[in-house]
């Protein structure tokens, strides 16, 4: 989540079915504030649900555009398969805020720009291209990059090598950090230990092959933030308490 226009929002994929994900019953909801200590609870709403063909709506992350409009790229799946846990005919979708200047804004969907599920959002690059990472229907790593300022047109899809012999699905999430034409993914492990990190040293297009890194994380997703300063740092969660930071 983040401020746009004075207004914080944040949004996360919810089932409609206690206990479940992954199927039919995923949409993403939202809820919006103009004072981030307080969200209050009729703030909450559905941001996206529904779009038909069996599809469903799952969390995604916000996209702040150069001309000031806000968009959500969210994934779109028609459920998971039972017998590999592949995500069915997997998209991504593009969404538009209406008005992003108040708490009760809607959203339109714009169209399809890729394929895989977004785990950050959009960064633009020193080339003009924006880029943002995510998984594929095997939930192995990629990242999709645009055509320059032209977000609407399909963006191309990059694989971000992994060892040999990691298991399918491994639900490796990934997220990225970009220093001029360097990208470097920071990747989930398939089971608890050293993170593994990949290097691109133009603009994402090619890749060395990922690695296991010095870092160790619980196997859970990283999250890769830019402070005030400019620092980059990870945050990861520790599996047996959510919200404590490791």
């Not at 994900?21 to 996206?48: I, Q, S, Y």
């Amino acid at each position: 989540f983040r401020p746009v226009a004075g207004v914080w929002r944040a949004a996360w994929g919810q089932n409609r079915t206690i206990h479940e994900e992954n199927d039919a019953n995923e949409r993403v909801r939202e809820n919006t504030t103009t004072d981030v200590t307080n969200w209050p609870g009729a703030n909450v709403k559905v941001l996206a649900e529904n779009p038909g063909g069996g599809y469903n709506y799952s969390g995604g992350a916000y996209f702040p555009f150069t001309d000031g409009t806000l968009y959500y790229i969210a994934p779109s799946f028609q459920g998971t398969s039972t017998s590999t846990g592949h995500f069915k005919n997997l998209q991504t979708v593009l969404l538009r805020c209406d008005d992003e200047s108040t708490v009760s804004e809607t959203w339109t969907r714009v169209g399809v720009i890729g394929d895989i599920w977004p785990l950050g959002p959009p960064v633009k690059m020193d080339d003009g291209n924006w880029i943002f990472c995510g998984g594929d229907t095997n939930a192995r790593p990629h990242v999709m990059i645009s055509q320059g300022d032209n977000i609407t047109a399909p963006w191309t899809r990059i694989t971000i090598p992994v060892p040999n012999g990691w298991p399918i699905p491994a639900y490796n999430e990934v997220n990225i950090m970009v220093y001029g034409s360097t990208v470097q993914a920071i990747i989930r492990p398939p089971t608890a230990g050293a993170a593994y990190t990949a290097i691109s040293k133009n603009y994402g297009r090619n890749w060395r092959r990922a690695r296991a890194d010095g870092m160790i994380i619980q196997n859970k997703k990283p999250s890769a933030i830019v402070l005030s300063n400019g620092v980059h740092v990870v945050v990861n969660y520790r599996s047996d308490e959510a919200r404590a930071l490791q």
